[in-house]
DNA sequence: CTGAAAGCGCTTACAG
DNA sequence: CTGAAAGCGCTTACAG
């Protein structure tokens, strides 16, 4: 015996009704008399019909889908980003459909743009190339980091500002010799903090010669890397305070420090950025800036709903504030 | 100007055959003549045709989707596991979709197991009621946790054993009064761990008093609020090590026994469980058991495409061996 | 308020 | 090797 599902046929049989008025009972339930809407769903009931969403989004010529595009799912830096974009999508009747595009070739956001295969897209990667996105393209938001050019919304902090805001708290704590660990090379993230703490240097007329300018890649390991160039350049000259473009590079950064002998912030202050998971928990806790992940992520899937209504605009940024949270990581340049 | 996108109609049209033979110089190239493939083709590349995945999809009766339900996607512990789902999934062709499952009605399962919205579910959430899950529905594979009797596939580690070990190593340092610090009430593996732990401390002969059993939660705050029980208990009798059911816990208990001028592990060895992320980067860097991620994620999307091509068995066990990460913040018993 | 029929954009037995 | 036609399971103008 097969255990054919009940379709829509079956329920308009069993009612004595059309497949027609089948529909209306349940999309449109003030279509149709209150006789017929009992026996539809009487009839509903003894089948145990449930509804054929795939047939309902091709005839709708939607997907109900809409798709998260991370540069890499592994990082727990988007955890929180996922779930903000999760807590608006699954109330408003959306599937949240998540992508990592390590390694995905330049195709990638093209073929995820097809509107047979997503609603909308939320961008989590920059480092896309530039592609026109061509009519019958479906939506775009870009959250957190940004293709330059790409005419899409975009969500996310002012990371010139907040590098700036990093940098003005070591000023502040009385440091001259500030460092800076890069995020990787050719991202909009590494360019936006690196041109933040230029900037705030000059202003506060401060040379940023190349030896206080460590690449890195926004890794722990990367951090670690940094820690071991600073370790070899002469005490007088080089940095007494490091800002790094990630909170892994920066326990990287301690930890190699610390593994030599040295003392954060007794030798060196560091502030990191982003705000993630148990990073007040390490020894020194870390001065950094905080990200607000999860409320990007819910303004993120916001805006792409209200395009998906054609409430919104389809271009213009959304800028949300970092907050500098000052632990014990740094401290006054001793003298 | 109405920009409608081309369909297999209009390539078929411009290619001067039927639709059912551009459908197959697509799907079965060797099907057609060569000639016809190559003016399949070029129509194709005049038109930009892009085939239209959900009416392929509903003909053909599925979805192309996998979801993973997921307890809390804000919880970094996941990030690893989805990755590794997504590793199998996108080189399968299929798309990962996620739900977060947090304060949603037991409904939710049955709604996902619906062969409309997905192909097949991946549950690494062990609190759903036991449901039936009746024939037309969807392969179900559980990761991390499981629901007791809910007859699909598990890929998990052992975490009664995985107890053991951990209480193992902390009698090895000479402990004899040893802490427990559980996981939420009804939980799989709070139940599983706690009775590894008095598995062991049976084994050894020793005891496992209620005042050495902590409710937690998992959190990060419910491990501070086990810290805070144990320090008001009196110094000689009060565990002289504690194994945490998570890294997070361990965390909050580290914090808050170091804010209150003790020492880890000089006054207290603590292990935790699963390995998160930065965890070795604490101070003291944490005892810990290790959990294979992104391997449980790899390994549940392997089972399931296997039971999708009618490969694999629908249920059974995969077990997945930890490691016991020794590190700073367990140490002898101090005599 | 309700039904017959066309259609969303594909695929696939069935003939030829 | 190729085409005409039916069908995946819904929805929705169009009539009545």
Known sequence: MKHDRPKLRDVARLAGVSTATVSRALSNPDMVSEDTRA?????????????????????????????????????????????GIASVLGPAGYNLLVADTT????????????????????VLDGNFPMVALEPGRVPVVQACEWVPG??????????RAAAGVAVGHLLDLGHRRIGHVTGPANNVLTEARIGGVRDRLAEA??????????????????????????LTQ????????????????????????????????????????????????????LTTIHQPRAEIGRLAAERLLAQLRGESQADGDTILPVELLIRASTAPLAI
């Open 205 to 230: 007329g401060l040379p940023f010669p190349d030896e206080a300018v460590y690449q890195g890649d926004f890794s722990l390991d990367s951090g670690r890397q940094a820690a071991g160039q600073w």
């Open 103 to 122: 390694g995905a070739g330049p195709d990638l956001l093209l073929d995820y743009a097809e509107p047979s295969r997503a609603d909308g897209l939320i």
């Open 234 to 285: 002469p005490r007088d000259s080089r940095p007494t305070a490091v800002f790094l473009a990630s909170d892994a590079m920066a326990c990287g950064f301690i930890g190699e420090v610390q593994r030599h002998g040295l003392s954060v912030p007794g030798d060196v202050s560091v502030v990191g950025f982003d705000d993630i998971e148990l990073i007040a928990h390490i020894a020194p806790p």
């Open 150 to 159: 790409l005419p899409a919304a975009r969500v996310k902090i002012d990371n």
């Open 39 to 83: 026996a539809v769903h009487a009839a509903i009931e003894a089948t145990g019909y449930r509804m054929n969403l795939a047939a309902r989004n091709l005839r709708h010529q939607r997907t109900g889908g809409i798709v998260a595009l991370v540069p890499n799912l592994a990082n727990p830096f988007f955890s929180q980003i996922l779930s």
